[in-house]
């Protein structure tokens, strides 16, 4: 349970901002790769520890995102769990929409990270999927909209409250 918020998304900012200057960034070794996969990890896992602690507004919770989803076509049952290109169709996009908490959990439970850099120099994104994901699709998602969910999630503060019982004597909270 996080208590006081505001450094966790003080934090989540000043990813932001390190995210940021990485779409300058033109020369990439295997310390920079390192440091970007820690970066994002770490500001997916404080998403998703904020939004568990009902430090964040409901409605952020649910913000849908769009990514590109490109569908597995490997053998599932094999053994190889490295990433091979030719297990996914690259070649055609799907767009899907998934919500900040289903990104949370698809970063979190990677089995497949890796930095999309078109050109070989400029990163514009990530292609990610969980391990319960591998064999249906993976995603890209930009470094723009990484960008944009930390700096979102990092400024947000939330005002009122909302607690009422439910007959069957559950209670709900609604924070915004």
Not at 38 to 53: A, C, M
Not at 63 to 68: L, Q
Not at 137 to 144: D, P, V
Not at 171 to 176: D, H, Q, R, Y
Request: charged letters at 25%.
């Amino acid at each position: 349970m996080i208590h006081e918020s505001c450094y966790w998304k003080d934090d989540l900012i000043k990813l932001a901002n390190k995210l940021e200057r990485r779409l300058i960034q033109t020369r990439w070794g295997e310390k920079n790769f390192y440091t970007v996969e820690k970066e994002v990890f770490i500001g997916f896992y404080s998403v998703r520890k904020l939004i568990e602690s009902k430090k964040v507004s409901d409605s952020l919770k649910i913000k849908n995102y769009e990514v590109k989803e490109f569908s597995y076509k490997g053998h599932p049952e094999s053994i190889m769990t490295h990433f091979r290109e030719a297990d996914y169709d690259l070649s055609k996009a799907k767009i899907s929409t998934i919500t900040i908490m289903q990104l949370c959990n698809q970063f979190i439970h990677s089995h497949h990270f890796l930095p999309f850099l078109p050109n070989g120099k400029n990163l514009i994104g990530f292609f990610f999927c969980s391990d319960h994901k591998r064999t249906s699709c993976i995603y890209l998602i930009t470094l723009f909209d990484i960008v944009e969910i930390f700096r979102t999630i990092g400024g947000n503060y939330p005002s009122s409250k909302h607690m009422r019982r439910l007959p069957n004597g559950k209670s709900v909270t609604k924070i915004e």
